[in-house]
């Protein structure tokens, strides 16, 4: 197609044509660009494979559109799509000609040269340095919108390149942005799912999470305590180990409650459970609420006198402190009044 040698017009689908000559090339070719590739990374793999061997291109680069942000990305052949590079960045490490790309972007139009490096528009372009000289061809990919430019070069000589094989360039850009385009819906199509499937694993972990879990306490639920205490189990005999279980519970729990109400009961629950996981080890013990005002702790891997220190640790934290005797006095007239209270409801 493009290079040293001559172009044949693209022959008509009932004409006759040698199967050397770059026109039937073309027309061979044609199907497979139409066709739907299923990564971006196959599909650029195809087109650098495509080009370089009709043209005699020594590099086909391949610069494309974000349709959702506008934005536009350099993506090397042979990598992932997650390794496409912002094309200010590509621009700055060399690995674009960026004002060749600002000149298609601006002007819509393809750019054909015979040398770049001495070329005004091209020649100060951080791409270019230490290149001797380079053949380029700059067509776009378009359909209705600008979605995509392709750069070939040529390093090994001046004139590569010539307007008739820059046409038929084009001509194969146009039928590789239909398939540009279906490659990109597939990617996003891909990507959605992906961020959606993820969405949708973390929610069933937190939702999993929430069913071994009591809601007033923040600790295992009977649940999560039927699920451990199998594991620490199995682990037990597995490593020919010992494990320590203790149950735990609130002495006169039903008066505090009667006495002071459901929200002070649920108040103490929840600071009786943070005392009890405070106080086990991480990683090892569970603390657990078993029912009501009843909690139980899995002492892991411990014998029997380890596991009855950290049960007495464990419990410490629970104990309330000594009360002043006015506090003493003022419990119990609370309770008297509580007394009179229910014996005039009664009466």
Same mark, same amino acid.
């Given at each position: 197609?493009?290079?040293?040698?001559?172009?044949?017009?693209?022959?008509?689908?009932?004409?006759?044509? =040698? &199967?050397?000559?770059?026109?039937?090339?073309?027309?061979?070719?044609?199907?497979?660009?139409?066709?739907?590739?299923? *990564?971006?990374?196959?599909?650029?793999?195809?087109?650098?494979?495509?080009?370089?061997? $009709?043209?005699?291109?020594?590099?086909?680069?391949?610069?494309?559109?974000?349709?959702?942000?506008?934005?536009?990305?350099?993506?090397?052949?042979?990598?992932?799509?997650?390794?496409?590079?912002?094309?200010?960045?590509?621009? #700055?490490?060399?690995?674009?000609?960026?004002?060749?790309?600002?000149? @298609?972007?601006?002007?819509?139009?393809?750019? $054909?040269?015979?040398?770049?490096?001495?070329?005004?528009?091209?020649?100060?372009?951080?791409?270019?340095?230490?290149?001797?000289?380079?053949?380029?061809?700059?067509?776009?990919? =378009?359909?209705?919108?600008?979605?995509?430019?392709?750069?070939?070069?040529?390093?090994?000589?001046?004139?590569?390149?010539?307007?008739?094989?820059?046409?038929?360039? *084009?001509? %194969?850009?146009?039928?590789?942005?239909?398939?540009?385009?279906?490659? /990109?819906?597939?990617?996003?199509?891909?990507?959605?799912?992906?961020?959606?499937?993820?969405?949708? #694993?973390?929610?069933?972990?937190?939702?999993?999470?929430?069913?071994?879990?009591?809601?007033?306490?923040?600790?295992?639920?009977?649940?999560?305590?039927?699920?451990?205490?199998?594991? =620490?189990?199995?682990?037990?005999?597995?490593?020919?180990? &010992? %494990?320590?279980?203790? /149950?735990?519970? %609130?002495?006169?729990?039903?008066?505090?409650?009667?006495?002071?109400?459901?929200?002070?009961?649920? @108040?103490?629950?929840?600071? @009786?459970?943070?005392?009890?996981?405070?106080?086990?080890?991480?990683?090892?013990?569970?603390?657990?609420?078993?029912?009501?005002?009843?909690? @139980?702790? %899995? $002492?892991?891997?411990?014998?029997?006198? &380890?596991?009855?220190?950290?049960?007495?640790?464990?419990?410490?934290?629970?104990?309330?402190?000594?009360?002043?005797?006015?506090?003493?006095?003022?419990?119990?007239?609370?309770?008297?009044?509580?007394?009179?209270?229910? &014996?005039?409801?009664?009466?």
């Amino acid at each position: 197609m493009v290079g040293a040698r001559a172009l044949l017009p693209a022959c008509g689908t009932n004409s006759r044509c =040698s &199967s050397g000559s770059p026109a039937c090339l073309v027309c061979r070719h044609s199907p497979r660009c139409r066709r739907r590739t299923g *990564s971006l990374r196959r599909f650029k793999e195809q087109v650098v494979e495509l080009l370089a061997g $009709l043209t005699g291109a020594t590099s086909v680069l391949l610069i494309v559109a974000d349709k959702d942000t506008h934005e536009w990305f350099y993506s090397p052949a042979g990598e992932d799509d997650a390794e496409s590079i912002p094309i200010k960045d590509a621009g #700055a490490r060399g690995l674009v000609p960026l004002s060749a790309f600002h000149y @298609v972007e601006r002007t819509r139009e393809a750019l $054909l040269t015979s040398d770049a490096t001495r070329d005004d528009r091209l020649m100060r372009d951080r791409y270019f340095t230490d290149c001797g000289q380079c053949s380029l061809a700059v067509p776009i990919m =378009s359909q209705g919108a600008l979605s995509a430019v392709l750069v070939l070069e040529n390093r090994l000589g001046r004139d590569a390149f010539s307007e008739a094989g820059l046409g038929v360039v *084009s001509l %194969i850009a146009g039928q590789l942005a239909v398939s540009l385009d279906n490659v /990109m819906l597939y990617a996003s199509l891909e990507r959605k799912v992906a961020e959606r499937t993820e969405a949708l #694993a973390a929610a069933n972990a937190q939702l999993a999470q929430l069913s071994l879990t009591d809601a007033l306490t923040g600790i295992a639920n009977r649940r999560g305590f039927d699920g451990e205490f199998r594991r =620490s189990w199995q682990r037990a005999l597995r490593n020919q180990t &010992s %494990i320590g279980l203790a /149950m735990i519970d %609130i002495d006169e729990f039903k008066k505090y409650n009667d006495g002071y109400g459901h929200a002070a009961g649920d @108040v103490c629950l929840a600071r @009786v459970a943070a005392a009890l996981n405070d106080g086990v080890r991480e990683g090892a013990d569970v603390a657990a609420r078993y029912g009501g005002e009843e909690f @139980v702790l %899995i $002492l892991g891997e411990s014998e029997r006198e &380890s596991a009855e220190r950290r049960r007495a640790g464990a419990i410490s934290g629970c104990r309330p402190a000594r009360t002043a005797r006015g506090q003493r006095s003022r419990y119990r007239h609370d309770q008297r009044r509580h007394r009179r209270r229910r &014996s005039r409801r009664g009466s």
